[in-house]
T-cell receptor, first 113, second 114 residues
């Protein structure tokens, strides 16, 4: 089955700096890669996703890159703000059944004011 | 904005007892899911449900677990005889279609088995 590894497990940055979280996956058939933000006591919320026919996608301060050959994808947050502090999860799935996602272990991001 | 709602937010039960966790998915969604998150660990897929039947399940989803859509709005997860290791946060999610990708998660039900 699919295995997703995520690094780092914790990340602390100063407000305004950039944050990068990296994930690798094992199943070359995976073609849908969402990123979720989970705030304390809440469920994961999709913040951005990318499909394997695209190398990069950007939405305001958030961008995701995908390297299919190397089987890794990354989340980039620029101009971080304290409200970006949360746990971020990457995931991988096949879009024929995108709901069955394999999640990474999560990264706890702390943005210090 | 429509959202997935889950009840109860927290349930404490004795080992061996049956537990039912309830979810109301977003009304025009067709695919429903249960995920589990043990404290401090990753979110794990349990089961997907479409057209009144299970479409896929993980190895975690053994005979102790069952899901049901008893009416047009609720989607339930039943654990028949709870074990200590069932203690976790259980998240319900829904999506419009299987291949659009975006899952909408509820806020979760925390289950504590004593």
């Amino acid at each position: 089955g699919e295995n997703v590894e995520q690094h780092p497990s914790t990340l602390s940055v100063q407000e305004g700096d950039s944050a990068v979280i990296k994930c690798t996956y094992s199943d070359s058939a995976s073609n849908y890669f969402p990123w979720y933000k989970q705030e304390l006591g809440k469920g994961p919320q999709l913040i951005i996703d990318i499909r394997s026919n695209v190398g990069e996608k950007k939405d305001q301060r958030i961008a995701v890159t995908l390297n299919k050959t190397a089987k890794h994808f990354s989340l980039h947050i620029t101009e971080t703000q304290p409200e970006d502090s949360a746990v971020y999860f990457c995931a991988a799935s096949k879009d024929t059944n995108a709901g069955k996602s394999t999640f990474g272990d999560g990264t706890t991001l702390t943005v210090k004011p | 904005e429509p959202e997935v709602t889950q009840t109860p937010s927290h349930q404490v039960t004795q080992m061996g007892q049956e537990v039912i966790l309830r979810c109301v998915p977003i009304s025009n969604h067709l695919y429903f899911y249960w995920y589990r998150q043990i404290l401090g660990q990753k979110v794990e897929f349990l089961v997907s449900f479409y057209n009144n039947e299970i479409s896929e399940k993980s190895e975690i989803f053994d005979d102790q677990f069952s899901v049901e859509r008893p009416d047009g709005s609720n989607f339930t997860l039943k654990i028949r005889s709870t074990k200590l290791e069932d203690s976790a946060m259980y998240f319900c999610a829904s999506s419009r279609a299987a291949n659009t990708g975006e899952l909408f998660f509820g806020e979760g039900s925390r289950l504590t088995v004593l």
